[in-house]
């Protein structure tokens, strides 16, 4: 395998179909190997791997590493990592992704731990330019930049890895957009052999019980979101916003204070470290504006912020603010639409 | 069978409580407005450390946390609600570590600390929000790792059995120890202090921020010292520590101004909301 330096993906690969999140990496991985003018590759680890390289080649990629064994599936730490420590000594890539979820959360720190290269979590923008360091005077040429919010949200911080590759970088799904390249592109598929990358005392864990539903809310999916922050005061509060939502055929979303206290389940948060969604309509309560939550839903068609402060920093991105109390505005819009929709 | 388990601890700026003032005029942070507390999912893996300890009696919890002198503070809160001791590792050669040459300064200290069964902590620290340090040092030592734990079941025949949380489910797994385990945020809470022990760990600090009369204190009382490490008692190459041994670098931070859009204004105001309402019907924005 003489191909070095490219642009690789790891593949979450459940009940036969690719990740989404995996999807969405393919996308942004194809535009940015075009910027550096190499290939995007694909590694993807399981059982019945069979129609992977139909579900990503419309994505563009060049190469798909497929290693196939029973004792691959379900996911587990040591194995997948090893076969990509093992994987990326021989590639040598130059830019890594996977998704930033409970699996590659759990693999990419220790890929990067063993081959001391730079991992950067949660990423809301991959971009690629150059860097100057400000101690040497080098410069670097056609970096990764890893763009993510950090410090609670409150900054925006731009990480490149100037030394060390692969340059990592996990992203949460719905962040990045997915496209399909080419329908009719086809890549060349390489089967790996298990063995020659993963020893048998890598299989340690042992899952006894495993309970996976797919999940009631769809808040991705849904054209219109009403979301309540910190602002709502109570998980009483929030019933109203669900009667909103009953009323309008929407999801309920939350910031993550809202979460954090106690009023809503994990699944609904939006933000950096929950859910990103661009819905057609979003309708923010109670919610200040903080920017690990714009970042979630900053790309919506249509915001409207109700809140009693006038000045919320959410305000500067809404197209509609109603300066006022939730719990008195959100019955208003209830019975309004009630009264005026067919 | 008794353990001897190690909890990760941070003293984090509390980001989840930032007011008007916690940004300088420049753009960068002002820590010195934002409150340092024990890092939440932080309590949830000392709570598990503190079941298994009552689970098997003569299990000793040990508290790491690096960090200045002043994160000690965490250590005292861990000893007030039923740690046994607690180490903080401090050292300038750790400044500007990023996550791997974090896990790395802490696996040199783990590697100090003899037989260690389990390393228990939280999944993320709120101030950076990347969830590598536990797997990092999982790596750096070799051993297996469950992340996104929700309970510790027990420990048994060399494997303890966990349950952890996963994209809509739950899995519930047996690994060998000694491993490292990360701790979600929706475990069980922390238990408050403990006021028996908050009266004999009241005096408890490391010894660099101990005056005269606390140090014959700490002299008097061992078991009032708390346990402060360098870069040269647990043996770490420098080249590895702190901004040196870091392979990512910022290239900038920004504070983050919305490019403001001109927003129609409304109030909370019957007529007003009624209008905008047939509006949004009209234009089929809802309906």
């Given at each position: ?76 730490s ?24 409970s699996i590659g959360r759990d693999l990419g720190p220790r ?232 | ?134 797997p ?9 790792q469950?992340t996104y ?139």
């Amino acid at each position: 395998m003489a191909d070095k330096n490219n642009l690789i993906v790891y593949l979450e690969f459940e009940d036969g179909k690719v990740a989404d999140v995996s999807l969405e990496l393919l996308t942004k991985g194809r535009e940015l190997a075009d910027k550096l003018g190499i290939k995007l590759e694909a590694v993807v680890a399981g059982d019945n791997l069979k129609d992977v390289e139909k579900q990503v080649f419309p994505y563009g990629v060049d190469t798909l590493y497929k290693v196939e064994d029973k004792r691959l599936y379900p996911y587990t730490s040591l194995p997948h990592s090893s076969l990509l420590i093992n994987l990326f000594k021989e590639l040598e890539p130059r830019i890594a992704f996977m998704g930033a979820t409970s699996i590659g959360r759990d693999l990419g720190p220790r890929v990067s731990s063993a081959l001391h290269s730079g991992l950067t979590a949660d990423c809301t923008q991959l971009e690629i330019g150059d860097y100057t360091d400000p101690k040497t005077g080098k410069e670097y040429k056609d970096l990764l930049y890893q763009i993510r919010p950090a410090f609670g949200g409150n900054i925006v911080a731009t990480i490149v890895n100037p030394d060390h590759r692969p340059q990592m970088a996990t992203v949460r799904e719905g962040v990045m957009k997915r496209e399909e390249r080419d329908p009719n592109h086809t890549g060349t598929v390489v089967n790996l052999k298990a063995e020659d990358y993963i020893k048998d005392e890598d299989y340690v864990v042992e899952i006894l019980d495993r309970h996976v539903e797919k999940s009631k809310v769809n808040l991705k999916g849904s054209p219109i979101i009403v979301a309540g922050g910190y602002g709502v005061g109570s998980k009483e509060n929030f019933d109203l916003l669900q009667q909103l939502a009953d009323t309008l055929g929407a999801e309920v979303g939350a910031s993550r204070a809202a979460v954090d206290a106690g009023w809503v389940d994990h699944d609904r948060q939006i933000g950096q470290t929950g859910v990103t969604v661009r819905p057609k309509l979003y309708i923010a309560c109670g919610i200040s504006g903080q920017i690990q939550h714009i970042a979630g839903m900053q790309d919506s068609g249509i915001i409207i912020s109700i809140n009693s402060d006038p000045d919320a920093p959410i305000n500067k991105i809404a197209d509609y603010v109603i300066t006022g109390k939730m719990e008195e505005v959100v019955p208003k819009l209830i019975k309004y639409y009630k009264k005026n929709s067919k | 069978m008794s353990l001897n388990i190690i909890v990760l601890a941070k003293q984090v700026p509390d980001t989840r409580n930032v007011g008007k003032d916690a940004m300088k005029a420049d753009g960068t942070v002002n820590r010195a407005a934002l409150p340092a507390i024990f890092n939440p999912e932080d309590l949830n893996a000392l709570e598990q450390a503190l079941r298994l300890k009552e689970m098997y009696p003569g299990t000793k919890v040990t508290l790491l946390t690096m960090g200045p002198a002043r994160a000690a503070e965490v250590i005292r809160e861990g000893l007030y609600r039923g740690a046994d001791n607690g180490v903080v590792l401090s050292d300038r050669a750790f400044a500007g570590a990023d996550t791997l040459a974090t896990s790395y300064a802490l696996s040199a200290a783990v590697r100090k600390m003899g037989h260690v069964d389990l390393i228990i902590g939280g999944r993320q620290a709120i101030d950076g929000d990347t969830a590598q340090v536990g797997p990092q040092i999982a790596e750096k030592l070799g051993w297996p790792q469950v992340t996104y734990a929700e309970e510790i079941e027990k420990v048994a025949d060399g494997r303890v059995v966990v349950k952890r949380r996963i994209e809509g489910g739950v899995e519930t797994v047996s690994c060998p120890v000694p491993c490292v385990v990360t701790v979600n945020g929706s475990a069980a809470p922390c238990r408050p202090r403990n006021a028996k022990a908050l009266q004999k760990y009241k005096y408890a600090a490391v010894p660099s921020e101990a005056d005269e009369a606390r140090k014959a204190l700490l002299e008097a009382r061992p078991w009032l010292e708390i346990g402060e490490w360098n870069a040269a008692t647990v043996d770490a190459d420098l080249e590895q520590c702190g901004l040196a041994g870091s392979p990512t670098k910022v290239k900038g931070i920004v504070n983050v101004v919305f490019t403001a859009k001109e927003a129609r204004r409304l109030d909370n105001d019957d007529a007003q909301i009624e209008e905008f309402v047939k509006e949004l019907i009209a234009n089929h924005t809802i309906g």
